[in-house]
């Protein structure tokens, strides 16, 4: 009968264990100094070995030569535990057996002797799935067991193990396997199977496991039913529904066009050919991912799961956008995806986040902007942008300036109620404080008369009547306050900034105070 190339190739001792190096070496020489806990917790996420290493270390404590670190691998208690059919080493789903009957059943079990082996192991998988009820009967068995018991519950939740459990048992967290680990091991079953398989198909099948040797050599499997024994990247990549990066360029080229008619073309493809959409969108935001890594760390880097020449290709790519870019293509392209996950519209959905994208791409920095501008000096003056006015109310540079306007304009009563008024500019007001007898001289629409004749910026005009002296009090600090602004105002990069963003400075605040 056929076994699966991930059950034929399970690892049968501590060597044939791929990148668990740091759990290996502890269990290692736990055995060796005859350390041996009565509890461990292996946590990770899936296909990364964690009941094959507690059924490896099973054998090491029960092997007729052990407790070894390297189990003979032929004793009847090594062959038992390896086929799954050990009396002493019992595993347990907790997926299935989750309650607190299956626990007290547990518990009645474990204060019988081994019947023939060394160590009674209970190997309890899907862990974290056990009832709070059922983990409280477990309590006492796990925290003092029988000499002859040792328990392994493995987990990919190992945060959902109580706490009280898991402080009685020693804790190792699996690693996801390293891309370029999983193709060496990938391509030496392919060696051991007679299959012609090339590096950018191992890579494909690498990707789809991700990080999970099991998931990969999954693929691995049906892509030797459905290819035979000669396994192209392309084969692979359309059993598997992945997309080339060919195919990810497409929008790559469309985004450095700046063509959203593109973007469309490229949608009206993938639903041609009855791609998935919410799948393509998860691999573009992997693909916007790699982008950036390659642009921050070049073509070089272990940071992506890929090829040597699909990284290279990856790095050129990247070399056409700016870091800013990329991050936000990559914010956009994950917003997209969690965006379809709920879409009665797919197709739409991912038409406006690939134009969202090209737009994207058109914003400028305001760095960039300002630096777009010329300075005030190589501005030319036209009526359209009229220079503001440069003078200080200390000067009394409003007065005679309002003052020559109004008598221009034939108004010498508010000329001369303007010469003995005082007047202060602040937050974009204009401030006139005017003896009670010239009040009737002081109206609001001859002053915005002659502020329109005089030009610059438009202000806010406010009369209040009353006694010079008194008002002085109050106009120094407001002039104070105004000098600050009119300092502020005069900056070239804030005058540049006006010019291109427009708006009012309401407040200008000096940080040295």
């Known amino acids: 009968m056929y076994q699966v190339i991930a059950r034929k190739y399970r690892p049968q001792s501590f060597v044939d264990v791929v990148n668990q190096e740091h759990v290996k070496t502890t269990l290692e020489n736990a055995i060796a100094q005859n350390r041996i ?48 059919g050990s009396v002493d080493v019992i595993e347990i789903d907790a997926a299935s057996n989750r309650g607190i ?26 862990a974290h799935q056990i009832t709070n009820e059922a983990f409280n009967a477990l309590l006492k068995t796990i925290e003092e067991p029988p000499a002859w018991a040792v328990f392994m519950l493995c987990t990919t939740e ?5 706490a009280t459990i898991a402080s009685r048992c020693q804790q190792f967290s699996f690693r996801s396997v390293d891309f370029e680990d999983l193709v060496a091991r990938m391509a030496w079953i392919c060696e051991q199977e007679g299959i012609h398989a090339d590096a950018e198909a191992l890579a494909v099948l690498a990707q789809a496991g991700e990080g999970s040797v099991r998931d990969s050599l999954s693929a691995l499997d049906q892509a030797i039913a459905c290819c035979g024994d000669t396994l192209s990247a392309t084969e692979v990549r359309a059993l598997l529904g992945a997309f080339s990066l060919d195919a990810l360029e497409q929008v790559s080229q469309a985004l450095i066009e700046s063509a959203p008619a593109r973007m469309l073309e490229v949608v009206n493809e993938l639903e041609r050919n009855g791609h998935n959409l919410q799948h393509f969108s998860r691999e573009l935001a992997r693909y916007f991912r790699n982008l950036l890594v390659a642009r921050l760390t070049g073509g070089e880097t272990r940071l992506i799961a890929a090829s040597a020449a699909e990284r290279q290709k990856l790095a050129e790519i990247a070399g056409k956008f700016s870091e800013e870019d990329l ?20 197709r739409f959905h991912l038409e406006l986040g690939l134009l969202r994208m090209v737009h994207a791409g058109r914003l400028v920095s305001i760095e960039e902007a300002l630096a777009g501008i010329p300075a005030a000096a190589e501005r030319p003056h036209t009526a359209a942008r009229p220079q503001p006015p440069a003078p200080s109310p200390q000067q009394g540079s409003w007065r005679e300036k309002l003052h020559a306007t109004l008598m221009e304009l034939g108004m010498a009563f508010t000329a001369d109620a303007v010469e003995h008024s005082e007047i202060v500019e602040t937050n974009g007001e204009l401030r006139f404080t005017t003896p009670k007898e010239f009040s009737l001289a002081m109206q609001e629409a001859d002053l915005s008369k002659a502020l329109r004749q005089i030009g610059g910026r438009p202000l806010r005009i406010k009369i209040m009547i009353g006694e010079a002296a008194v008002q002085e009090k109050i106009a120094v600090p407001a002039a104070r306050e105004d000098d600050l602004s009119q300092r502020a105002l005069a900056n070239p990069e804030v005058q540049r900034f006006r010019d291109v963003f427009g708006g ?3 407040t200008v605040r000096n940080l040295k105070e």
Do not use: W
Not at 327 to 346: C, H, I, N
């Open 37 to 84: 806990a009565h509890g461990y917790i292996f946590s990770g996420q899936r296909g990364t070995g964690k009941t094959t290493v507690a059924r490896i270390l099973a054998r090491c404590l029960n092997c007729v030569n052990g407790p070894t670190n390297k189990p003979c691998g032929e004793c009847a208690s090594c062959r038992e535990i390896a086929a799954g």
């Open 101 to 126: 009957n299956e626990m007290r059943e547990l518990r009645e079990n474990v204060r019988y002797q081994p019947a023939r082996d060394r160590y009674k192991v209970f190997i309890i998988d899907e």
């Open 158 to 162: 190992a945060h959902k193990i109580p």
């Open 327 to 346: 991050t936000r293509y990559l914010q956009l392209s994950l917003d997209l995806f969690s965006d379809l996950q709920a879409s009665l519209q797919p």
């Open 504 to 506: 009012e400075v309401r």
